[in-house]
């Protein structure tokens, strides 16, 4: 395998920025501000800035490891490990990918059953949700790349939320700084699952024109999502108080009952249902890194291997009974992804940089 795909499959540096953003900026953003709120109460939108910084930092981490190796991850992991162990880590990355689409197709879908249709049966919008996926996927990673910049329209419902305004608290607010250093680091640890996502850039760096411009659109897309995070964190604080964000399943939809227009009765609807353009990118590109991942790893054709992980993804999300196994499994994804970003990605830079070292002593 070359280092580097043809031209004919790459994308412009620019357009990481799309694709970084999407894969954070997803539907965990719903209920992300009830947990962080438990440990750092008013002060939670400092531990916003604070996971934003934490992941600049990352970013430059993976950065430095794709440069330095001008290849993506699934062969950095042999090169480093050798080929026993770097399959074996690549599969690991294979299951959390396929396990991430499975969650959020079902958050997603619990979500319509819960606002829009309760009857709607899960594997029934599951298939649906799928099959466009699979239309999505096989078109190709500029396809999928065009998904994503198609979904920043999304934006534009967050700016719905300026109507809530004129219900909002400002005392909320105050007094600042009143929580500690080790509260506002738990709470920063709670976020950290929103933000998850840049690990997507170990696998699409190769499909990069000129990869080492992306940087700055990379940092420049979690820029945006920290300041889209810290939107959603202070619109919560500003509106609720603690213990009614403690009762809200999904504070950031229950705000949209406060949008009023004269042609839209119950502007909510509107606001569950596009969800879809948050979900929708992640999953497209969950399942083509898996399935490119097998593709590399065993020599067979991705267009083969995606439909046995959609029918994998398609069986996860269908034992998927309830809210309580949406949670466990999100907060098992939530733990692998804190140890990823925090000390898989670090691990590797080390690693990286030792082997440089020696060779440049050899």
């Known amino acids: 395998m070359t280092a580097m795909e043809q031209a004919r499959l790459t994308v412009s540096p620019y357009l990481v920025f799309p694709l970084v953003h999407s894969m954070q900026f997803g539907s965990e953003y719903l209920d992300m501000s009830i947990k962080p709120i438990q440990f750092a109460g008013n002060d939670t939108w400092i ?83 799928l099959l466009l996926v699979y239309y999505i996927v096989s078109g190709g990673f500029r396809v999928i790349v065009g998904i994503c910049f198609l979904s920043l329209l999304r934006h534009l419902l967050i700016l719905a939320m300026l109507f809530t305004a004129g219900y909002f608290h400002f005392n909320n607010l105050s007094p600042v700084m009143d929580h500690s250093l080790n509260e506002l680091l738990l709470a920063t640890k709670e976020l950290t699952f929103p933000y998850v996502g840049v690990e997507m850039l170990f696998f699409v760096y190769t499909f990069i024109k000129t990869p080492e411009k992306s940087h700055k659109w990379a940092q420049l897309a979690n820029l945006i999502t920290t300041l889209s995070y810290l939107v959603v964190v202070l619109f919560s604080l500003l509106l609720f108080k603690f213990e009614q964000l403690s009762n809200q399943l999904w504070p950031q939809l229950t705000k949209y009952k406060f949008v009023k227009f004269p042609f839209i009765e119950r502007f909510e609807f509107v606001g569950a249902s596009a969800q879809i353009f948050w979900v929708i990118p992640i999953i497209c590109l969950c399942l083509w890194a898996s399935s490119r991942a097998v593709k590399v790893m065993f020599s ?38 804190f140890y990823m970003i925090f000390a898989y990605i670090p691990f590797m830079y080390l690693v990286d940089m030792v082997r440089v070292k020696v060779k440049g002593t050899i």
């Open 47 to 129: 531990s916003v800035l604070i996971c934003g910084l934490f992941f600049h930092i990352i970013i430059w981490m993976i950065y430095g490891i794709l440069n330095g190796n001008k290849t993506d991850l699934l062969q950095i992991h042999q090169r480093f490990f050798g080929k026993f162990v770097g399959r074996g880590l690549n599969m690991i990355f294979i299951v959390y990918f396929l396990l991430h689409a499975s969650l959020l197709i079902r958050l997603f879908i619990e979500i319509v059953q819960v606002w829009l249709f309760p009857e709607l049966a899960t594997w029934l919008l599951a298939l649906v949700l």
């Open 300 to 337: 067979v054709k991705q267009r083969t291997v995606l439909p046995i992980c959609l029918v994998v993804v398609f069986a996860a999300v269908s034992m998927i009974a309830g809210r309580n196994q949406v949670e466990a499994l999100q907060a098992l994804l939530a733990q692998i992804g």
